[in-house]
């Protein structure tokens, strides 16, 4: 089932060239913002010369464009760092590096990793890899898409409350959101930091595993990192599941509620046992949600002022103009939705109404995970609760875009590792992913369950 | 239900240090209202007694060495990102 390994016996000078050629063909996605070929084709010849060798030997691989990585801008699709060259590399992209993996593009996301469908991209919307008049997702849209276009093996996103497993699903590709903490955030540009999680989109759940083994363990440079705990590991028959049926209201579309219980089915098949059960919780996610992201949004955009680096708007004659012009024009307005959302529940008198009621919800949230983990190895649901959506058709109202994160917050709340797997499609031909939710530290037995579950595929 | 109006929005948009113009406050007046609405739903939740949540990994005094490490990054290189500046320093617009 692995696609990396086909890569790793070709010289790495063909696997790039074969990359950045598949790449141009599909233009038209606009999944990249840009391509590194330069850069890439130098790497390249020092891995087929010897100079560079490892697990990811000469594989090709795209970042999400608000990691810092060398070869071209990065933009976090935003006017605000349009021209900001890097000076130094995430540490998730120099942990791939060492190991011989090279990086040939930066994708396309929503600007700052704000929404759920890459249209709020300073440059232009990613078409979906399956129908390019839908949406590709968000906000990691661009590596979903060029990983679902076999462009590479695996693309790097990020996770706040949904932007890996959500595009993912959108498009037929895994998409892997750890636990919180698991991969260093150094050189990743910050959203919300009790959420933002690095993960990666690949076609099969081995490949995801040797990447997340690659990526996963603590980082002198970002404290919050939790000590290597990421191991490849098998399930057996037998896992007690649970199908989370606050998920499955009427409010999903039918069509993805089939393809979940599809998968139940499978699960079942493979001798695990599935019953139903509740997250009351749940209903209340999002609006926690859209209350924590927004205040630790409005502290981590503080530092674009137009003064330092990024934007600075021309023809200003005071600092508080400077500040202001540079973030308005740097900002696109999904960006100064949540900034102000942020200073509004933050600001005195509503703090506690908002903020601090927000914060106490969220540990009942996590009570309520952690108590169903204590009878169940692992929660399942739909990833989003529709398929693909049209282009421009959610743009108008920020509530209705923010639905589509509904089934992927709770897990981004609580720190729990989650994953998008393809399952299947709807009879208009969109591809619908399911959600895996595990415990804290379990993301290697979350991949293993996918796994188990494409090795009966197989033998089908 | 809460309401926010055009002063609010300006408000905020200062608080937020974002120079608006007339037509995007607008059009962000109605956002603001019906996300603060939304997110309004949450005062209906029983939280008395509940501790909040502050962070998620449970790792507490995570300590470092003081030793001086400028990770590869000189003083140069980061003043070169500044949009303007001047003998090795950033220029701004006079404050005082």
């Known amino acids: 089932m692995t696609k990396i390994a086909d890569y790793l016996s070709n010289s790495a000078v063909e696997n790039v060239k074969r990359a950045i050629a598949k790449a141009q063909e599909n233009e038209d996605y606009h999944a990249l913002l840009a391509l590194t070929e330069t850069r890439a084709l130098e790497r390249a010849a020092k891995v087929d010369a010897g100079l560079i060798t490892g697990r990811l030997k000469g594989v090709p691989f795209v970042v999400k464009d608000n990691f810092l990585a060398f070869g071209a801008p990065t933009t976090a699709a935003s006017k605000m760092l349009e021209k900001f060259d890097a000076p130094l590399q995430a540490t998730a992209v120099e942990k791939l590096e060492a190991e011989g993996a090279i990086c040939i593009g930066k994708a396309n996301l929503d600007a700052f990793a704000h929404g759920g469908s890459t249209e709020n991209s300073a440059f232009g919307p990613t078409k979906n890899a399956y129908d390019k008049s839908k949406v590709a997702g968000g906000s990691s849209g661009g590596s979903a898409v060029v990983t679902a276009l076999d462009i590479v093996p ?7 409350g949904g932007s890996i497993r959500e595009p993912a699903s959108f498009n037929d590709v895994y998409g892997i959101k750890p636990t919180y903490g698991t991969v260093s955030r150094y050189g990743v540009v910050a959203m919300a930091s009790s959420t933002d999680s690095i993960g990666c989109f690949t076609t099969n759940a081995a490949d995801a595993e ?8 603590r980082d002198p440079k970002d404290m919050t990192t939790l000590p290597d705990f990421f191991a490849p590991t098998e399930v057996k028959p037998g896992q007690k599941i649970g199908l989370v049926k606050d998920f499955m209201t009427d409010d999903v579309d039918p069509e993805v509620r089939a393809r979940v219980n599809d998968y139940v089915a499978k699960l079942r098949a493979a001798g695990h046992s599935v019953e139903e059960v509740e997250l009351p919780t749940a209903k209340y ?28 708007a021309e023809g200003v004659k005071t600092l508080a103009e400077l500040y202001g012009r540079s973030r308005d024009e740097g900002f696109v307005t999904e960006n100064k939705r949540r900034i102000m959302i942020g200073s509004y529940v933050l600001s005195s008198g509503f703090f506690d109404a908002y903020y601090l009621q927000a914060q106490k919800a969220r540990t009942l949230l996590i009570n309520e995970f952690d108590k169903l983990f204590e009878n169940y190895d692992a929660l399942i649901g739909p990833v989003a609760p529709t398929p693909a959506f049209a282009i421009g058709a959610n743009t108008a109202d920020p509530i209705k875009m923010y639905l589509a994160d509904i089934m992927t917050v709770p897990a981004s709340l609580a720190g729990l590792p989650a994953i998008s797997v393809p399952a299947g499609e709807t009879e208009g031909g969109l591809p619908v992913g399911v959600q895996l939710i595990g415990k804290r530290r379990d993301d290697a037995r979350l991949l293993a369950l996918a796994k188990s579950l494409e090795s009966t595929e197989a033998k089908q | 239900m809460t309401q926010i109006s055009r002063d609010d929005v300006q408000h905020l948009a200062q608080l937020s240090s974002l120079q608006l113009t007339d037509a995007e406050a607008d059009g962000l007046r109605v956002d603001l209202d019906n996300i603060v609405n939304y997110i309004h739903q949450l005062s209906e939740l029983n939280t008395n007694g509940v501790e909040p949540t502050y962070q998620l990994t449970d790792l507490e005094n995570v300590w470092r060495n003081d030793d001086v490490n400028d990770y590869g990054l000189s003083g140069e290189k980061l003043v070169a990102l500044a949009p303007e500046s001047l003998e090795n320093q950033i220029k701004v617009p006079k404050v005082l």
Not at chain 1, 154 to 160: E, I, M, Q, V
Not at chain 1, 210 to 217: R, T, Y
């Open chain 1, 285 to 312: 996610a999002l609006a926690i949600y859209y209350i924590v992201v927004p205040a630790e949004v409005s502290s981590n955009l503080a530092r674009y002022d137009g003064v330092r680096y990024g934007h600075r």
């Open chain 1, 210 to 217: 040797l990447v997340m083994s690659v990526m996963a363990g």
């Open chain 1, 154 to 160: 695996f693309a790097l996103g990020s996770d706040t």
